[in-house]
Every structure is written in C-alpha cells, then in structure tokens.
C-alpha cells in the first residue's frame, strides 16, 4: 500500500527567503512521485514530478525536489519565495500502473513580505 | 477552452435533495476520478473508471455514485445529500499507463454545500 505523509500543515516565509515543504512517502513497490500547487479556488497544478529518471527533478516557477529513497523522502524546494507562491502545496504517491494516486494531506504556504 | 471542465462550480442544496455533478474532457484520457478535499484532510478518492464499462469505488464511496456517459464525460450523484458531503469536489483525469505523462489533470472543482 501507499501513502503519503506531509509534515506542516502551514508553513510561512519571508519574501526571498528559502521554501522548504517537506513530503514522506510509503510504498511497497518503486513509487513514482509528485508535487501538486492549488491556488486559491483553482484546481490541482502538476509543479513536477519523480518517474525514475534523475533524482533532482526540476519543475516549474523555481521549485524543485529531491527523490531520496534512504529517507523515503521527496521534499520540495525554492530558493527565494515570491509573493504568488502563496497557494497549498500537495505531494502525491503512485505506482507502475498509475491507478491511483494517493494525496497527503496538503501544506499551505504563506509568504510574508 | 479548458481540458477538463465541472458543472456547477458552486451549488447550495438542503439535506436529502439529489444532485449531480459534472465533468467533461477534452483530452482525450481513459481514466477519470473524482475526489473530495476537506481542510486538513487533502483529497480522497470517490470513484475512479479506467473506461466507459469499468467503474471502482474508491476509498470514500458510501453515499455516493458515478456513471461513464462516454469517454468524455463522468458524473458524480448524491442520492441523498447529507451535512457531511460538503466539500469540494474534483474530477481528474489521466492516460493509461505508457501512453502519455503520467499525471493527472484537473478540473477547477465544484463547492458543494448541503444545508
């Protein structure tokens, strides 16, 4: 079975300073993984995605993350957060066959100017 | 246009009413879901189908029902509509395994409130 496991439910920065969402993963088999962005009442945006090719996978809007299987850990990243970073952030598990997708329970990030 | 729309976006409906909730694609996918998110709780999978014929329930299935019209399109149904329901509601959509990305893409969600 599969799940996922994000620590904070709220994260807040300043402006510029470093994002850092953590996400923990659980799986059973090689697990392919994922990071969504909700902006306010928006759907789900795909930010990047882990399907075993490099470990470093870079996304969109800066953000990046690192697939660590000792850590069983994909935790996203940003350099230097911008105000229109603000939105939930949701890390997303699934398997070789991609019938289903399993959420954690989101991190909202707020960034302070 | 968008590639996977709902209707309606928002909707305000009194215990014990019957609704339904829609979601068309235009991308072309086998797969379709629908999801629930509730603060805290992120999203949670209702009903998933893989193709017109093939339907599953997902983890939060009781009180709820789908149908695969076509391709395109995937309804969810609230037989009788209760509190708890309130939520809003999301319709995804992706490719069969080796056939395209691997993601899935959604709608813009529907805000259900059952008074």
């Known amino acids: 079975a599969q799940s996922v496991t994000q620590l904070g439910s709220h994260v807040s920065v300043s402006e510029g300073a470093l994002v850092l969402l953590r996400c923990n993963y659980s799986?059973?088999?090689?697990?392919?993984l994922f990071w969504y962005v909700q902006y306010p009442n928006q759907g789900l945006q795909l930010l990047l995605k882990?399907?075993?090719?490099?470990?470093l996978v870079k996304g969109i809007n800066g953000f990046e993350a690192e697939f660590k299987k000792s850590e069983t850990s994909f935790h996203l990243t940003k350099p230097s957060a911008h105000m229109s970073d603000a939105a939930e952030y949701f890390c997303?598990?699934?398997?070789?066959?991609?019938?289903?997708?399993?959420f954690g329970s989101g991190t909202k990030l707020n960034v302070k100017p | 246009d968008a590639d996977v729309t709902q209707t309606p976006r928002n909707r305000i409906t009194k215990t014990g009413k019957r609704i339904m909730l829609e979601c068309s694609q235009t991308?072309?996918?086998?797969?379709m879901y629908w999801y629930r998110q509730d603060p805290g709780l992120g999203l949670r999978l209702i009903y998933y189908?893989?193709?017109?014929?093939?339907?599953n329930k997902g983890e939060i299935s009781d009180g709820y029902s789908v149908s695969r019209q076509a391709q395109a399109k995937f309804s969810l149904s609230l037989e009788s509509a209760i509190p708890n329901q309130t939520a809003l509601y999301f319709c995804?959509?992706?490719?069969?395994?080796?056939?395209?990305?691997?993601?899935?893409?959604f709608g813009p969600g529907t805000r259900l409130t059952v008074l």
């Open positions: 995804a959509t992706s490719d069969s395994p080796g056939q395209g990305s691997n993601e899935q893409f």
């Open positions: 799986s059973s088999v090689p697990p392919y």
């Open positions: 882990y399907t075993s090719a490099a470990t």
């Open positions: 997303a598990v699934s398997v070789y066959n991609f019938n289903k997708f399993y």
């Open positions: 991308k072309g996918h086998d797969r």
């Open positions: 189908s893989f193709d017109v014929k093939d339907i």
